[in-house]
């Protein structure tokens, strides 16, 4: 999910593939030594990996398409899967680079983490990360997991925060993605911050289409989505307020095998970071998941109005 982490699923057969060709140990662990070998002074190619989820294919052409700018050739690898997927595409040197988000992936590498401030996160997720992975700047466009229900549930059940959930959650169908099922920032955190339990749990997608249409016809009552989907908006979705603060600040940052790391590639890709905001990746992925627009498109025309290719 952005822990989380995230938004629009659509698997890929990629998984198969890169999971195949998994390194030696387990794949799944957050602590797999990626190798050690030092920066390189220079990089010509570079393969762009990216999550099961519209906006990190945005992301993702995003960076790929500015790192071409500067002369690089770009693979794109993307709707690789869910994050222990992906991670062990970077361990194994499947993929080079890929959209990550602060908390999320925080998370990953030092579980239980407790930072909820962007900095602190962004600053603890450097420390956490295995020899021969770096991330560089951090954005200040964030994505955020928000837990969310419709206002005829919110009116029911008297909902404004996630710990209103304990007294009613049996009662309630929650679903979503796989990820959110056992995340902290999800159905394992409820549980262990707020006591809440649901009757049922319906696997279906990270904020996508299938979970959208259920929450809207009520076969589920809660669901994870993320802040940057207009559908939140859009539905008139009510997002619980989250006291104990399961749910980690999610600013995008790149994430990147250090031996992919030139300082070419750090200033171009840091470039981007500074200037997408929030804002920008809001509207973005509205057109991507509700105008049908194409990402690698939508990606071109904010790289070309930022001054960026």
């Known amino acids: 999910m952005r822990s989380t982490l995230v938004r629009t699923a659509i698997a890929g057969v990629a ?107 962004y ?29 005829a549930t919110a009116d029911k059940y008297s909902l404004k925060s996630l710990a209103d959930l304990k007294a009613v959650s049996k009662e309630m169908v929650a679903g979503g993605s796989s990820e959110f099922k056992v995340r902290e920032a999800g159905l394992k955190g409820l549980k262990e911050k707020y006591g809440v339990e649901f009757k049922e749990y319906k696997t279906l997608d990270a904020g996508g289409p299938l979970s959208t249409k259920a929450l809207l016809d009520n076969q589920i009552q809660l669901s994870n989505f993320f802040t940057t989907q207009s559908v939140i908006k859009d539905n008139n979705l009510v997002q619980l307020e989250d006291p104990e603060n399961i749910l980690p600040p999610n600013n995008i940052v790149p ?27 809001t509207e973005l992925v509205k057109r991507v998941d509700v105008g049908k627009e194409n990402a690698k498109a939508v990606a071109k025309d904010w790289l070309t109005k930022n001054s960026l290719v």
């Open 15 to 121: 998984v198969f593939g890169l999971v195949a060709c998994g390194g030696g140990g387990d794949p799944l662990s957050g602590d797999n030594d990626a190798g050690s070998s030092p920066a390189p002074d220079k990089v010509t190619s570079i393969t762009v990996g990216s999550a099961d989820f519209s906006e990190s294919q945005l992301l993702a052409e995003i960076f790929g398409q500015a790192l071409q700018a500067k002369g690089i050739e770009v693979k794109q690898q993307q709707n690789i899967g869910n994050r222990e997927t992906y991670m062990a595409a970077i361990k194994d040197g499947s993929v080079h680079l890929l959209p990550e988000y602060t908390g999320a992936a925080l998370d990953y590498f030092k579980k239980g983490a407790t930072e909820t401030e962007d900095d602190a996160a």
């Open 123 to 151: 600053n603890a997720l450097k420390g956490a990360l295995p020899s021969g992975l770096e991330v560089l700047d951090k954005s200040p466009a964030a994505d955020e997991d928000t837990i969310v229900v419709t206002k």
């Open 255 to 281: 994430l990147i095998r250090t031996d992919h790391k030139s300082d070419e590639i750090a200033a171009a890709l840091n470039a981007v970071s500074a200037k997408l905001t929030t804002d920008d990746l």
